[in-house]
């Protein structure tokens, strides 16, 4: 199965599952973010991230040049609860 394929199957499996009331605040969040014009200001596809530093779990700064020697870095971004 192919990565556009799995992903319709997401979103068809999410459509099922969430109220219609929220899948509407849902899209009207990603509409009102796109009109933002944010799309213009992020990294591109194949672009490196710019560096960063952040606390950890136990509040110790770390930085993404740390993370990168010991390699690969990959990181996941949550926008937490509608």
Known sequence: MSLADK???ARAASAGRIPPERAAIM??????LRKS????RIVAVGKP??????ANHDGR?????????GGPLVLS??????
Request: no cysteine; proline share 3%.
């Open 37 to 40: 014009g944010i799309l213009d």
């Open 27 to 32: 899209h009207r969040a990603t509409d009102d």
């Open 61 to 69: 700064r770390v930085s993404s040049a740390e993370l990168l020697a």
């Open 77 to 82: 971004f949550f926008r937490g609860s509608w």
């Open 7 to 9: 992903l319709a199957a």
């Open 49 to 54: 991230a710019p560096a960063f530093e952040l």
